[in-house]
């Protein structure tokens, strides 16, 4: 069975310092690791995904995140942040037989705030 | 492409009043299909899922159902609502692309439960 633990319910930063947004998985099986943004009053949007090609994957809007089988984590990094980056973020975890009943398990969210 | 929609977009019910969500893919047939749920301060926790017509999976206990009558449809159910359900309900389901494998959302329901 997966599971995805994220670590901080709330992250505050300032415009322009380094966001990070931790999350560790458990999975019996290799993983489809994901991250989603939320923003207020919005369904979810796909940041980026690792399905086992590279280990550092590149989303939209700067993000990053690092798949790190050894420390099981999955950790969400932007450089810079900036005050539309504010929003909640979800760190989620697949197996691979998406198309034999695969489930899509999340984290309970990271809410991002950014000060000016 | 695979598109999700859900309606309505938000809902107002009284405690004890039946619900009935409903999720319609297109672009895609015979869809693996969820249906979760996010509380007012809590993250988003899988209710349902179905692998095809007539079949449900439930992940976790609770005051709600789901039908698959069609292929493409998913519905959300309650026969008495409790103030406990209020929450931001998803459908989505998963898709093959390109680069593996991702999931399309819907917009989602808003429900509130007074």
């Known amino acids: 069975a997966q599971s995805v633990t994220q670590l901080g319910s709330h992250v505050s930063v300032s415009e322009g310092a380094l966001v990070l947004l931790r999350c560790n998985y458990s999975?019996?099986?290799?993983?489809?690791l994901f991250w989603y943004v939320q923003y207020p009053n919005q369904g979810l949007q796909l940041l980026l995904k690792?399905?086992?090609?590279?280990?550092l994957v590149k989303g939209i809007n700067g993000f990053e995140a690092e798949f790190k089988k050894s420390e099981t984590s999955f950790h969400l990094t932007k450089p810079s942040a900036h005050m539309r980056d504010a929003a909640e973020y979800f760190c989620?975890?697949?197996?691979?037989?998406?198309?034999?009943?695969?489930?899509?398990?999340f984290g309970q969210g990271t809410e991002l705030s950014v000060k000016p | 492409s695979q598109t999700i929609h859900q309606w309505p977009a938000t809902l107002v019910q009284p405690v004890g009043s039946p619900l009935s969500l409903e999720c319609t893919v297109e672009g895609t047939s015979n869809p693996n299909l969820y249906w979760y749920r996010q509380a007012a301060g809590r993250g988003l926790q899988l209710l349902f899922y179905?692998?095809?017509?007539g079949q449900i999976s439930s992940e976790v206990p609770q005051n709600l159902s789901a039908s698959r009558p069609q292929d493409r449809q998913f519905i959300l159910s309650s026969k008495k609502l409790l103030l406990s359900d209020s929450g931001f309900y998803l459908c989505a389901s998963p898709r093959a692309s390109l680069w593996g494998y991702g999931y399309t959302f819907g917009s989602g329901t808003r429900l509130t439960v007074v």
């Open positions: 690792y399905t086992s090609a590279a280990t």
């Open positions: 999975s019996s099986v290799p993983p489809y």
């Open positions: 179905s692998v095809g017509i």
């Open positions: 989620a975890v697949s197996d691979r037989r998406y198309n034999q009943g695969g489930k899509l398990i």
